[in-house]
């Protein structure tokens, strides 16, 4: 299933990501650092970086959720989108929690700062699971028709352009999997539904 929401013909949300994994991720290492070292100048930058993380999480949940509301009732996809968005927001919630925390004092931050951090980190490497889930098993947010030679996404054809093409001379040149074969006789994102009920 193709993302309803694209930049130069990639997906944003997960161009978004990257961002609040990063920030937030790296905050609670430094807090970790703060805790073994006493140097309160990584907690200060923590402080920093958990604002931005939290600024960046929420600007990615947007376009997850526009991807999400595309994706069809009663699948698969539909139940493990709304964990990873659910929990995701728990994340965030918890970040901004520790944030609120640390205003008084960034220097210094008390122990509920850095255990909501902790929390939240431990909860994003099941959200981060979920969106890989969403993705590389069950196709979303990858464009239809999608193989191993399609051509680039700034060429405006669609991804299955050449496929026969490509999925022949692949295999007459000892490659035997092109990643067209599987998808080209796929008729839907979703077509393992019916497989599944037979």
Do not use: C
């Not at 965030?92 to 939240?120: C, H, K, N, Y």
């Not at 909860?123 to 979920?130: C, F, K, N, R």
């Not at 299955?160 to 839907?188: F, I, K, Q």
């Amino acid at each position: 299933m193709e993302s309803k929401v694209k930049l130069a013909g990639h997906p944003v949300h997960p161009m978004l990501i990257v961002f609040p994994l990063g920030l937030l991720a790296t905050a609670v290492i430094f807090d970790i650092i703060f805790l073994v070292s006493g140097n309160s100048q990584w907690t200060v930058v923590a402080y920093y970086m958990i604002g931005a993380g939290i600024i960046g999480g929420v600007a990615a949940a947007v376009f997850g959720w526009l991807d999400w509301i595309a994706i069809p009732n009663g699948t698969r996809a539909r139940r493990i989108g709304l964990w990873h968005g659910a929990g995701n927001m728990v994340v965030v919630g918890l970040f901004i929690l520790s944030w609120v925390l640390r205003r008084e004092g960034p220097e210094v931050p008390p122990t509920g700062a850095i255990v909501a951090g902790l929390a939240g980190v431990v909860i994003a490497l099941v959200t981060a699971w979920l969106g890989g889930e969403l993705v590389g098993r069950l196709g979303v947010g990858v464009d239809e028709g999608a193989h191993l030679n399609s051509p680039s996404s700034l060429s405006e054809l669609p991804a299955s352009a050449g496929l026969a093409g490509g999925a022949r001379s692949a295999s007459t040149n000892n490659h035997p999997y092109t990643g067209g074969e599987r998808r080209a006789s796929v008729a839907s994102s979703y077509a393992g539904a019916d497989r599944r009920g037979h």
